[in-house]
């Protein structure tokens, strides 16, 4: 029954929704707070162990924080209802999550868009399995389990557990950083490690020259729930046989406290002191499969492993490693050893050092400060949405929120209205037309305007439709969008080809006539960071069940791409069969290549902006994250270039805006393109318009404080540390060295063009010449007949 209740996922819907339907409310009616740090545990009451060091560190650096804790002293142990009130509303408005154990309740809960969840597990080092690394064993997690899988960042102990981690929480290897383990600082002061030693000795009873022995092994059993102790050994009778010069100290894991028995009376009961203070007072520890022995070996003490039931135990619950790569001390497995290797107990310094460079790599007494820094405090400029521009279909083009239950309805609805008004307007006569629909820009961009010249050029006759309009905020404004969608139907009935630049529900909706191309000419060049079916049920992704209704990107007869090498990704994106990506780069490559127009442009920027003539130029262009921030300090940016001898112009996504002060250079309303004119430095994080500065030849850096997350949120189709065209970075002043020592040229930028943007027959440059442009539209001329 037990294992039922454990496995039965309707029981814990039912459990979770005390706390899960208010949550689900709040998140969307209340804003984040990022001051607001929230600590969880229902394995301990208070700030102990890594919580405490964190909170530390935490309002030592920011004292105006506010840090709220909701603790139970066990998984079994009932909620106080206050806990219940306030837990969804502190879940809702928390800009960081901290927990540093198994946390149930939280695990079905989506993480708000901007909030992080760290988890900071409370043991070092990689020893017995646990989380996602014990399906199929017993008590392992059922198939298709939720937990753990929604933390956003987990520190651990070394670079060589960042992989045993990821597996057990189910979570991207990127969200996994060797950052250290807070509790461990304190084995780096050797002033404390001697006073806290000598402290806890005397509370212990420990006399000069005795040899502390510390007991301390894990519990046996499943979970928290079912925790048992071991109990093989007679404790009493060691001791006896040890004789004087020896105390002994048990301390249970908290598990298992409650039900171990009674010690004998000349034991020592270790149950009351913090464990990392009890592993400074002992001199030889006896364990099990503790975790314990990555904290003690800091200490460099001898450590014996006490493992009676190691087969049974390796069985059912497995190891990260052989048994053998933990053993740097005596292995014993009758009780009737112990007290031989507890007078003989050594330290084994090659054991130990491979052992510490294996687990304990990225311990050095800093782990605390950089957790908080790089988890808690790592705060992103803060950037707003223009939401008098923008509707949600254009600024979450890749996302699906609200009730999903009602948004697929509501999807499968419109489907049926529109094939419904669609059907008798495919009784109208075809017209040789070719219609350009986008819903990415509020006015008609220049690549339909320069297709649309190129078809015009080649065949007058030919009518050209083009149909741009952004889905408006507000409801009497989405009708008059309806009307513009309405338009749209009749055109697409009645046209041969249909070009669009995004996902177009006109275009994958609609069963259409068998006269009509449909030409997806995705409005990015290169293949950089994943989109579209690529991230289906990713953070930045839609959700599979509303793409489905919605037949995201389905029904394209021909996909545009700019060079060989992104017909994979284009491929995989789109869902469409490689041999329908063609190889065609965007028009606008060809006012890039222009000399005269570039000139044209540089000539009216320098007149408008006059303060940038006879300036080194950085163009500074991140991409537009969903959930509007910039990852960079701004005008920290811009000051370390100033130092450098260059002028920094900021220039964000169009549907984005931030006001960074008077300091800050956004170069009016010139758009990044027309900017690149005059730039002699591009520099991004994951922004496609890297493709333009490589097609410019202009010297390119990547700035990515964040990218371990961004990968684990979107991901990208070229190697990201290997394929780009100049160096990546993680700070402000690092890239400024970059950029003062010019480590990118223009001709990596070169190469990096000429392996993605690949022209129609790789001509020179000349005034005029419209080489993308045409290939496009002898490829349409071609459908048209």
Same mark, same amino acid.
């Given at each position: 029954m037990r294992e039922l209740l454990r496995t039965s996922r309707l029981l814990r819907w039912i459990r979770a929704q005390p706390v899960a339907l208010p949550y689900r409310i709040l998140r969307r009616i209340t804003r984040i707070r990022s001051d607001r740090f929230l600590f969880l545990s229902d394995s301990h009451v208070g700030y102990t162990g890594n919580m405490g060091f964190v909170r530390d560190e935490l309002l030592r650096r920011m004292p105006e924080a506010q840090v709220a804790g909701v603790f139970k002293p066990s998984l079994t142990a009932r909620r106080p209802v206050r806990d219940v009130i306030r837990l969804p509303w502190l879940l809702a408005t928390s800009g960081t999550i901290v927990v540093d154990d198994f946390y149930p309740i939280i695990y079905p809960l989506p993480i708000r868009r901007g909030a992080r969840l760290v988890q900071i597990w409370h043991a070092a080092g990689a020893f017995k399995q646990v989380g996602h690394s014990r399906a199929g064993l017993p008590g392992g997690p059922v198939p298709g389990s939720d937990i753990h899988r929604n933390y956003t960042h987990v520190p651990v102990s070394s670079e060589a557990v960042r992989a045993d981690y990821a597996e057990a929480f189910g979570i991207d290897l990127s969200r996994v950083q060797a950052l250290g383990v807070p509790r461990t600082d304190a084995f780096f002061d050797p002033e404390n490690v001697a006073t806290t030693r000598q402290r806890v000795r005397a509370r212990l009873g420990i006399r000069d020259g005795e040899r502390l022995v510390l007991y301390a092994p894990t519990f046996r059993g499943n979970g928290q729930r079912s925790a048992r102790p071991e109990e093989s050994a007679d404790w009493g009778a060691i001791a006896h046989e040890l004789g004087d010069g020896f105390r002994i100290v048990v301390r249970q894991h908290p598990f298992a406290a409650k039900s171990a028995p009674p010690l004998p009376a000349h034991i020592l009961d270790g149950g009351a002191e913090e464990m990392n203070d009890l592993l400074m007072a002992t001199d030889v520890l006896v364990t099990d499969y503790s975790s314990s022995i990555f904290e003690f070996a800091l200490l460099r003490r001898p450590i014996v492993l006490f493992v009676p039931d190691l087969d049974d135990y390796a069985g059912s619950r497995s190891f990260y490693r052989p048994f053998e790569s933990y053993a740097i001390g005596p292995v014993v497995r009758d009780p009737g050893g112990l007290a031989s290797a507890l007078r003989t107990a050594e330290v084994d310094e090659p054991a130990l050092e491979a052992f510490l460079d294996e687990f304990c790599d990225a311990l050095d007494g800093e782990s605390t400060s950089r957790i908080v820094e790089r988890m808690l405090l790592a705060s992103p400029d803060r950037v707003v949405v223009d939401e008098g521009t923008v509707a949600p279909g254009s600024v979450e083009p890749t996302r699906a929120r609200g009730a999903m239950g009602l948004r697929v309805a509501a999807a499968r609805l419109a489907r049926l209205i529109l094939s419904v008004a669609y059907a008798p307007l495919k009784l109208l006569p075809v017209q040789r037309k070719v219609v350009m629909v986008s819903r990415e820009h509020p006015v008609v961009p220049d690549d339909f305007t320069d297709l649309a010249a190129a078809l015009t050029t080649r065949d007058p006759a030919v009518r050209v439709v083009m149909? !741009?309009?952004?889905?408006?905020?507000?409801?009497?404004?989405?009708?008059?969008? %309806? #009307?513009?969608? =309405?338009?749209?139907?009749?055109?697409?009935?009645?046209?041969?080809?249909?070009?669009?630049?995004?996902?177009?529900?006109?275009?994958?909706?609609?069963?259409?006539?068998?006269?009509?191309? !449909?030409?997806?000419?995705?409005?990015?060049?290169?293949?950089?960071?994943?989109? %579209? #079916?690529?991230? =289906?049920?990713?953070?930045e992704g839609r959700d599979r069940r509303l793409a489905d209704a919605m037949r995201m990107h389905q029904g394209y007869d021909i996909v545009l791409t700019s060079a060989e090498d992104c017909r994979p990704a284009f491929a995989e994106a789109f869902g469409t069969p490689p041999d329908r990506v063609r190889v065609a780069p965007l028009p606008r490559v060809d006012r890039l290549r222009d000399p005269e127009r570039r000139a044209r442009t540089r000539e009216r920027i320098l007149a408008t902006l006059p303060h940038l003539a006879g300036r080194r130029i950085a163009v500074f262009a991140p991409t537009f994250r969903l959930d509007g921030t910039v990852a960079v300090d701004v005008r920290a940016l811009t000051e370390a270039l100033r130092v450098q001898g260059v002028h920094t112009v900021v220039k964000l996504h169009p549907l984005m805006h931030g006001d960074f002060g008077p300091d800050v250079d956004t170069g009016g309303d010139f758009s990044t393109q027309e900017m690149l004119a005059v730039a002699d430095v591009f520099i991004t994080d994951y922004s496609s318009a890297l493709y333009e500065a490589a097609v410019l030849e202009i010297p390119t850096y990547f700035l990515t404080p964040d990218l371990d997350a961004y990968l684990a949120s979107r991901d990208f189709y070229l190697d990201y540390r290997r394929d780009l065209p100049g160096p990546i970075v993680a700070t402000v002043d690092h890239l400024a060295e970059a950029v003062g020592r010019k480590d990118a040229s223009p001709a990596d930028a070169r190469r990096f063009a000429k392996r993605w943007v690949q022209i129609p027959g790789d001509p020179t440059p000349v005034a005029g010449a419209t080489p993308c442009a045409d290939a496009i539209a002898d490829l349409i001329a071609d459908r048209l007949g």
């Amino acid at each position: 029954m037990r294992e039922l209740l454990r496995t039965s996922r309707l029981l814990r819907w039912i459990r979770a929704q005390p706390v899960a339907l208010p949550y689900r409310i709040l998140r969307r009616i209340t804003r984040i707070r990022s001051d607001r740090f929230l600590f969880l545990s229902d394995s301990h009451v208070g700030y102990t162990g890594n919580m405490g060091f964190v909170r530390d560190e935490l309002l030592r650096r920011m004292p105006e924080a506010q840090v709220a804790g909701v603790f139970k002293p066990s998984l079994t142990a009932r909620r106080p209802v206050r806990d219940v009130i306030r837990l969804p509303w502190l879940l809702a408005t928390s800009g960081t999550i901290v927990v540093d154990d198994f946390y149930p309740i939280i695990y079905p809960l989506p993480i708000r868009r901007g909030a992080r969840l760290v988890q900071i597990w409370h043991a070092a080092g990689a020893f017995k399995q646990v989380g996602h690394s014990r399906a199929g064993l017993p008590g392992g997690p059922v198939p298709g389990s939720d937990i753990h899988r929604n933390y956003t960042h987990v520190p651990v102990s070394s670079e060589a557990v960042r992989a045993d981690y990821a597996e057990a929480f189910g979570i991207d290897l990127s969200r996994v950083q060797a950052l250290g383990v807070p509790r461990t600082d304190a084995f780096f002061d050797p002033e404390n490690v001697a006073t806290t030693r000598q402290r806890v000795r005397a509370r212990l009873g420990i006399r000069d020259g005795e040899r502390l022995v510390l007991y301390a092994p894990t519990f046996r059993g499943n979970g928290q729930r079912s925790a048992r102790p071991e109990e093989s050994a007679d404790w009493g009778a060691i001791a006896h046989e040890l004789g004087d010069g020896f105390r002994i100290v048990v301390r249970q894991h908290p598990f298992a406290a409650k039900s171990a028995p009674p010690l004998p009376a000349h034991i020592l009961d270790g149950g009351a002191e913090e464990m990392n203070d009890l592993l400074m007072a002992t001199d030889v520890l006896v364990t099990d499969y503790s975790s314990s022995i990555f904290e003690f070996a800091l200490l460099r003490r001898p450590i014996v492993l006490f493992v009676p039931d190691l087969d049974d135990y390796a069985g059912s619950r497995s190891f990260y490693r052989p048994f053998e790569s933990y053993a740097i001390g005596p292995v014993v497995r009758d009780p009737g050893g112990l007290a031989s290797a507890l007078r003989t107990a050594e330290v084994d310094e090659p054991a130990l050092e491979a052992f510490l460079d294996e687990f304990c790599d990225a311990l050095d007494g800093e782990s605390t400060s950089r957790i908080v820094e790089r988890m808690l405090l790592a705060s992103p400029d803060r950037v707003v949405v223009d939401e008098g521009t923008v509707a949600p279909g254009s600024v979450e083009p890749t996302r699906a929120r609200g009730a999903m239950g009602l948004r697929v309805a509501a999807a499968r609805l419109a489907r049926l209205i529109l094939s419904v008004a669609y059907a008798p307007l495919k009784l109208l006569p075809v017209q040789r037309k070719v219609v350009m629909v986008s819903r990415e820009h509020p006015v008609v961009p220049d690549d339909f305007t320069d297709l649309a010249a190129a078809l015009t050029t080649r065949d007058p006759a030919v009518r050209v439709v083009m149909l !741009v309009r952004m889905v408006p905020p507000g409801i009497l404004r989405k009708i008059g969008y %309806g #009307l513009h969608l =309405l338009r749209q139907l009749y055109h697409v009935a009645t046209a041969r080809v249909l070009v669009i630049d995004t996902y177009s529900i006109v275009a994958s909706v609609l069963p259409h006539r068998d006269e009509l191309t !449909v030409i997806q000419m995705w409005h990015a060049l290169g293949a950089f960071k994943k989109f %579209g #079916l690529s991230i =289906l049920g990713l953070e930045e992704g839609r959700d599979r069940r509303l793409a489905d209704a919605m037949r995201m990107h389905q029904g394209y007869d021909i996909v545009l791409t700019s060079a060989e090498d992104c017909r994979p990704a284009f491929a995989e994106a789109f869902g469409t069969p490689p041999d329908r990506v063609r190889v065609a780069p965007l028009p606008r490559v060809d006012r890039l290549r222009d000399p005269e127009r570039r000139a044209r442009t540089r000539e009216r920027i320098l007149a408008t902006l006059p303060h940038l003539a006879g300036r080194r130029i950085a163009v500074f262009a991140p991409t537009f994250r969903l959930d509007g921030t910039v990852a960079v300090d701004v005008r920290a940016l811009t000051e370390a270039l100033r130092v450098q001898g260059v002028h920094t112009v900021v220039k964000l996504h169009p549907l984005m805006h931030g006001d960074f002060g008077p300091d800050v250079d956004t170069g009016g309303d010139f758009s990044t393109q027309e900017m690149l004119a005059v730039a002699d430095v591009f520099i991004t994080d994951y922004s496609s318009a890297l493709y333009e500065a490589a097609v410019l030849e202009i010297p390119t850096y990547f700035l990515t404080p964040d990218l371990d997350a961004y990968l684990a949120s979107r991901d990208f189709y070229l190697d990201y540390r290997r394929d780009l065209p100049g160096p990546i970075v993680a700070t402000v002043d690092h890239l400024a060295e970059a950029v003062g020592r010019k480590d990118a040229s223009p001709a990596d930028a070169r190469r990096f063009a000429k392996r993605w943007v690949q022209i129609p027959g790789d001509p020179t440059p000349v005034a005029g010449a419209t080489p993308c442009a045409d290939a496009i539209a002898d490829l349409i001329a071609d459908r048209l007949g």
